[in-house]
């Protein structure tokens, strides 16, 4: 789909009823659709008022002529792609859809029209019979975003258009199913018919040849010749900036704070000199061209010339020069021995390192910064965030910046200047603080990345970011280390900012709708993730009786530590009440509940890093090797990536861990 369409003469009628309901700001409308007032549905009631504490969530909105409030299309976009897990193509032609004026924006009242006719799951709709007017203009919206899903100039359908759209409802669930039910006389819920298994004698025999019957199909399809493959070509656009880095800078041990971009579409700087872009007299097709305001960083994403991605750039970029040097060094020592931020004779070396800055002040004002620009952005996360592969999955951390630093430089860094941020998403599946001798730095450095990179960082919400829990660690909590750190009546600000900023993340994180990512585990399995998304987008506490289940479950509890029979189902946990160990079972029937294939989880420390579990439908991730300085375990991380066969391949990567004089035993995280 290309962008936005220029009106012709033919296409000036719109269609009546969203037409009518944009020329009356959709305010009778909303009412007269059961949005509002008396509904023969309060469901659609309750799902509109979620929807307006969803708008009222979104932060930096543009304003319309009227002064109204408005969403641009990269907003919308990102935001559907994160909260309903939508293909972002799909999205663009739902947000066309609504924008009837084709402003390139839509109100609250066009949200909230948008989110119940276009959003996932569409089995919602309001009984037509209840109400007509609504079915007539749902029907309208649904059919005006399959044009805009598959016009090439938003003006018409073209013959290769026409196909991809027949092709993409022919492989929908209910063509299926009336193919399988009425032409070919298969029971979709069952594996055998009346005539028993269908072995491959019998496929052979009795049903390819008759697949060109009355269903229409054709074996030939099985391998997709290039006329095919045209129809599932995703559309190209030319990104506008150019990053320019040049060879001093290539070569030399400096890297660039200042993130050197050009407008690719004007022209590019190297140095003093000009390099013109384009051919004499070229034009950019518009199909080409990006929606202005649309960045590969994500719609959420600050200015560039913003205060706090000056900050975000900054940290980033030392951390870089930091992790290449430390996998440069032939000596390894534990994070507890170096650079050490809390002791009373030394300055905090690795902070100052970081912000590239000795002034403490500074460095608790710009570390302020980024805590409540993390607020901004994890409001306007769903519970359970939708990720993309490929990814790199991070476990507990707890403090151990060193390690952290180790991994980002021997495994890939997330920057866009040499790093692979672009095309790879990176989660950090919680328990940042506690216990380590660098937490303020850890979490400056992953706050600087959700700020730099909001649509490709995950911080999911681990066990330790409750401020309860983390302060019954005692003089190992964040609280006492930021104390030391920064001074106790000078960090209380910062401390506060950065719970703030906890209490809004997610619990969890699916990649490519096939990889759960949380921290402790499933608990009982009674629940589901549409049970983990509905939970309140502010937490405190995960042991409030008024809350549901689910969320201590998914922060605290453990899968047992066998496969063997006796470990099967739900079992009490040393932890305490409401916090189970779950089986191998347990496990397998919560994937196939939820369309799961694979369960990434942390909370506990494991010997190599990562371990195996419940007949592989489960790993626990740690990624803090010597953990607490105490154990002789290694820290891993996980990237998943497709292969050549089109797989998620799941891959550790480890950190090696150090020998110590004697190893302690394990504490409970």
């Known amino acids: 789909m290309a962008g936005r369409r220029t009106r012709s003469p033919e296409s000036v009628d719109e269609i009546p009823q969203v037409a009518r309901a944009r020329e009356m700001d959709l305010t009778d409308n909303l009412s007269e659709w059961g949005f509002t007032g008396d509904s023969p549905n309060p469901a659609i009631q309750a799902r509109s008022a979620r929807a307006q504490v969803s708008y009222s969530e979104f932060k930096d909105?543009?304003?319309?002529?009227?002064?109204?409030?408005?969403?641009?299309?990269?907003?919308?976009?990102?935001?559907?792609?994160?909260?309903?897990?939508?293909?972002?193509?799909?999205?663009?032609?739902?947000?066309?859809?609504?924008?009837?004026?084709?402003?390139?924006?839509?109100?609250?009242?066009?949200?909230?029209?948008?989110?119940?006719?276009?959003?996932?799951?569409?089995?919602?709709?309001?009984?037509?019979?209840?109400?007509?007017?609504?079915?007539?203009?749902?029907?309208?919206?649904?059919a005006r975003a399959l044009f805009f899903r598959y016009?090439?100039?938003?003006?018409?359908?073209?013959?290769?258009?026409?196909?991809?759209?027949?092709?993409?409802?022919?492989?929908?669930?209910?063509?299926?199913?009336?193919?399988?039910?009425?032409?070919?006389?298969?029971?979709?819920?069952?594996?055998?018919?009346?005539?028993?298994?269908?072995?491959?004698?019998r496929f052979i025999k009795e049903v390819a040849p008759n697949l060109t019957g009355d269903a229409g199909l054709s074996v030939r399809d099985f391998i997709p010749d290039s006329a095919s493959r045209q129809f599932q070509s995703p559309p190209v656009v030319l990104d506008p900036r150019c990053h320019v880095l040049s060879v001093e800078d290539s070569r030399g041990g400096s890297v660039p704070v200042g993130d050197d971009e050009g407008d690719?579409?004007?022209?590019?700087?190297?140095?003093?000199?000009?390099?013109?872009?384009?051919?004499?007299?070229?034009?950019?097709?518009?199909?080409?061209?990006?929606?202005?305001?649309?960045?590969?960083?994500?719609?959420?994403?600050?200015?560039?010339?913003?205060?706090?991605?000056?900050?975000?750039?900054?940290?980033?970029?030392?951390?870089?020069i930091m992790a290449t040097q430390l996998v440069a060094e032939k000596m390894d020592v534990l994070d507890n021995d170096w650079m050490e931020d809390e002791k009373a004779d030394h300055q905090p070396l690795a902070l100052q390192s970081l912000f590239d800055t000795d002034d403490v002040g500074k460095i608790l004002g710009d570390f302020t910064l980024l805590s409540k620009d993390v607020q901004r952005l994890a409001a306007a996360e769903p519970?359970?965030?939708?990720?993309?592969?490929?990814?790199?999955?991070?476990?507990?951390?707890?403090?151990?910046?060193?390690?952290?630093?180790?991994?980002?430089?021997?495994?890939?860094?997330?920057?866009?200047?040499?790093?692979?941020?672009?095309?790879?998403?990176?989660?950090?599946?919680?328990?940042?603080?506690?216990?380590?001798?660098?937490?303020?730095?850890?979490?400056?450095?992953?706050?600087?990345?959700?700020?730099?990179?909001?649509?490709?960082?995950?911080?999911?919400?681990?066990?330790?970011?409750?401020?309860?829990?983390?302060?019954?660690?005692?003089?190992?909590?964040?609280?006492?280390?930021?104390?030391?750190?920064?001074?106790?009546?000078?960090s209380e600000r910062l401390r506060a900012n950065c719970f703030h900023a906890f209490a809004r993340l997610p619990l969890a994180a699916v990649i490519d709708d096939a990889v759960l990512v949380l921290h402790g585990g499933i608990g009982t399995g009674e629940w589901g993730l549409d049970d983990l998304a509905a939970v309140p987008p502010v937490l405190q506490t995960a042991f409030d009786p008024r809350l549901p289940p689910c969320i201590a479950q998914a922060l605290w509890s453990d899968p047992t530590d066998?496969?063997?029979?006796?470990?099967?189902?739900?079992?009490?946990?040393?932890?305490?009440?409401?916090?189970?160990?779950?089986?191998?079972?347990?496990?397998?029937?919560?994937?196939?509940?939820?369309?799961?294939?694979?369960?990434?989880?942390?909370?506990?420390?494991?010997?190599?890093?990562?371990?195996?579990?419940?007949?592989?439908?489960?790993?626990?991730?740690?990624?803090?090797?010597?953990?607490?300085?105490?154990?002789?375990?290694?820290?891993?991380?996980?990237?998943?990536?497709?292969?050549?066969?089109?797989?998620?391949?799941?891959?550790?990567?480890?950190?090696?861990?150090q020998r110590l004089p004697d190893a302690a035993g394990a504490d409970e995280l």
Not at 624 to 638: C, F, H, K, V
């Open 61 to 142: 909105l543009t304003a319309d002529r009227s002064g109204r409030t408005v969403l641009t299309m990269p907003q919308f976009v990102g935001h559907a792609v994160r909260c309903f897990g939508m293909d972002p193509i799909d999205a663009r032609a739902a947000f066309m859809a609504c924008d009837v004026d084709e402003s390139g924006m839509i109100n609250k009242h066009e949200y909230i029209v948008l989110r119940e006719a276009l959003t996932p799951p569409l089995e919602r709709a309001l009984d037509n019979a209840a109400c007509p007017a609504w079915a007539e203009a749902q029907a309208e919206l649904r």
């Open 562 to 657: 066998s496969d063997a029979d006796m470990a099967w189902g739900v079992h009490s946990n040393d932890r305490g009440e409401g916090i189970p160990c779950f089986g191998p079972d347990v496990t397998e029937s919560f994937c196939a509940a939820n369309g799961i294939q694979l369960i990434i989880r942390s909370h506990q420390w494991v010997e190599c890093g990562f371990k195996i579990m419940h007949r592989g439908r489960l790993i626990t991730l740690f990624s803090a090797r010597n953990y607490s300085g105490e154990l002789e375990n290694a820290g891993s991380i996980l990237l998943i990536a497709k292969d050549e066969q089109g797989r998620l391949r799941v891959r550790p990567k480890t950190l090696a861990h």
């Open 151 to 201: 016009s090439s100039d938003g003006v018409r359908l073209t013959a290769v258009n026409r196909a991809q759209l027949v092709q993409r409802l022919g492989a929908g669930v209910h063509h299926v199913t009336t193919l399988l039910d009425r032409h070919l006389g298969w029971d979709r819920s069952a594996d055998d018919d009346k005539f028993g298994p269908l072995t491959m004698e």
């Open 383 to 490: 519970r359970v965030l939708r990720v993309h592969a490929p990814a790199r999955v991070f476990g507990d951390i707890h403090g151990q910046l060193r390690d952290l630093l180790l991994l980002l430089g021997d495994f890939g860094f997330p920057d866009h200047i040499r790093g692979d941020i672009e095309t790879v998403s990176y989660v950090f599946n919680g328990d940042f603080i506690d216990r380590g001798g660098h937490q303020a730095s850890v979490v400056a450095l992953l706050f600087a990345l959700k700020v730099m990179y909001p649509a490709r960082i995950a911080l999911v919400r681990g066990n330790h970011e409750f401020e309860d829990t983390s302060d019954e660690q005692g003089p190992r909590g964040f609280r006492e280390h930021v104390a030391r750190v920064f001074g106790r009546e000078q």
């Open 264 to 320: 690719v579409f004007r022209t590019a700087t190297r140095k003093n000199s000009t390099m013109a872009v384009f051919n004499e007299g070229c034009v950019v097709h518009e199909s080409l061209r990006c929606e202005v305001g649309s960045d590969w960083r994500g719609a959420l994403s600050a200015s560039r010339d913003s205060p706090q991605i000056r900050i975000a750039r900054t940290v980033i970029a030392r951390a870089r």
